[in-house]
């Protein structure tokens, strides 16, 4: 009998272990984990950061569209006509710094090479962000090397831990492509002509920090924040056609700008003239008034954010949304502002601070720590109200539907690199910098096959809509279905 027990005892311990084992087995870890009949009905423009194909995917999670390019992809967009623009970056820069890149591509919908642009060089090359004006003309992220006798000459403080040697200027740069390989730089806007310095007087560009929210401080440094030379650290640019203005994100100073687009390259290297009659100068800044000395740590609100950009739907269209990395040191947020625009200006407050003076709207989740990028990552609103957001380093795609305060799409990108996760396996090397959801009735479709293919991953397993029947290995990986 006491050895019945024994043996009965050791199979319930070995089941146990075993259902176990499944149960963790059974685990879906990548690809579509949540997909309601209220998400947008639409596809997802998805990538890696060290991948050079670009796929387009059905709510299902299904290949629909793909694109193979020449190199890695930090940012893609498909055009209303079908054509894929994204950016890789040039091997051979000099300049090493997170976020630079080097040439922008143009693929027809067919996969064919259609326009290759190459702004990189010894003294500048391309960064971060692009985007795709409705002229069709692009704004580019441009670092450009300002040479150490330059700096000493601008007003550096030498007693500065930054110190006085090379620093990279942020350029903001209208492309208007030509020809294969071309380009004309139609208009351009450089942060090094709108700083102010209180150190040096003899100097033109000196005067009271405080007193000049218009301008960038040369000599704000936050700790621990970046490399010395790459001292603003712009990591996006977005546009609005109907105020024809620019919004920044400057990671470094924790803070957004907008500028006037409307002025030409000679008004804006100056502080008069354009639309708004200020030349380049900054019309708007938030997030961080530390940084032009009207506030201090407690008045920080922005800590390493991306995408700052005009709100289009929902309760509040033209508002600006942000995706605020470091809200807290172990979770990110999103934030949305409304400019102090009146129509006409942005107003500055008596306090020397621009309105609002807290997020007028903050996402994050019920439990704080799940939702984190501590660098990268994107939101936005979708057409049908709800919350978009790409967390950068888990390569993970969320929307959100605020009126029912639930997830209702969730997807964690199978690719590895050049290579894809098999289903169950844990996720790596799927960083994302930004993702982009497209309506199905996208002009970008119309005509196209579109028929669903397997799913990125590796075995995947069964659901509702991909497709798959059967628990068997399916290497999607082998699988053409373009």
């Known amino acids: ?40 009905d639409s596809y997802t423009l998805i990538y890696t950061y060290n991948s050079p194909t670009v796929y387009l995917i059905n709510n299902c999670g299904q290949k629909i569209h793909q694109w193979t390019t020449s190199g890695n992809t930090l940012i893609a967009y498909l ?49 971060h962000d692009i985007e795709i004006m409705p002229n069709g003309n692009i704004l580019c992220n441009v670092w450009k090397k300002i040479p150490a006798p330059q700096v000493r000459n601008m007003g550096r403080d030498p007693n500065n831990e930054m110190g006085l040697g ?31 310095q209180d150190i040096d007087e003899k100097l033109p560009n000196y005067g009271i920090v405080a007193s000049s929210p218009e301008l960038l401080n040369l000599n704000y440094r936050p700790e621990g924040i970046g490399t010395f030379k790459d001292w603003l650290h712009f990591n996006s640019v977005s546009y609005n056609a109907e105020l024809d ?32 009659g200020k030349g380049g100068d900054l019309l708007y800044r938030w997030g961080n008034p530390a940084a032009y000395n009207q506030g201090g740590d407690t008045d920080q609100v922005f800590n390493g954010q991306h995408d700052p950009h005009w709100i289009q739907y929902g309760d509040y269209t ?8 470091m809200a807290a040191p172990n979770y990110s947020a999103i934030d949305i502002i ?44 979708l057409p049908n109200g709800n919350l978009y957001f790409t967390e950068a380093t888990k390569g993970k795609y969320t929307e959100y ?9 969730e997807y964690t990108n199978p690719m590895k690199n050049s290579n894809f996760t098999k289903q169950g396996d844990a996720p790596s090397l799927n960083v994302t910098f930004r993702t982009y959801k497209y309506s199905k009735d996208y002009s970008a479709f119309t005509g196209r096959t579109l028929t669903p293919g397997l799913p990125l991953e590796v075995d995947p397993w069964p659901t509702a809509c991909n497709g798959i029947d059967t628990t068997t290995h399916q290497d999607t990986t082998q699988q053409d279905t373009t």
């Open 338 to 381: 409304t400019p102090s625009w009146d129509g006409m200006k942005y107003t500055l407050g008596s306090n020397g601070k621009y309105s609002p003076s807290a997020p007028d709207f903050r996402f994050t989740k019920k439990v704080p720590q799940e939702f984190f990028s501590g660098i990268m990552a994107a939101a936005t609103v």
């Open 245 to 276: 203005q620019i919004a920044l994100s400057g990671h470094t100073f924790d803070e957004i700008y907008i500028i006037d687009h409307g002025t030409t390259s000679s008004q804006s290297s100056g502080h008069v003239g354009g639309t708004q």
């Open 79 to 127: 055009q209303p006509n079908g054509d894929l623009i994204k950016t890789s970056i040039d091997p051979a820069t000099v300049f090493v710094g997170g976020g630079s890149q080097g040439f922008i591509e143009r693929y027809s919908w067919s996969g064919a090479l259609q326009w290759k642009y190459k702004l990189s060089n010894d003294t500048m090359t391309l960064h």
């Open 1 to 40: 009998m006491i050895t019945f027990l024994k043996l009965l005892h050791r199979s319930v311990l070995i089941g146990l272990s075993l259902f176990t084992t499944a149960a963790i087995a059974q685990t879906q870890t990548v690809g579509t984990t949540v997909n309601s009949p209220t998400a947008f």
């Open 318 to 325: 033209n508002s600006i949304i942000t995706f605020n990395n």
């Open 401 to 409: 539907d605020l009126s029912a305060d639930s997830v209702v799409w």
């Open 166 to 196: 090379e620093i990279w200027d942020d350029l903001v740069l209208e492309l208007q492509p030509t020809g294969t390989t071309g380009a004309n730089i139609v208009w351009q806007w450089k942060a090094s002509e709108h700083i102010v």
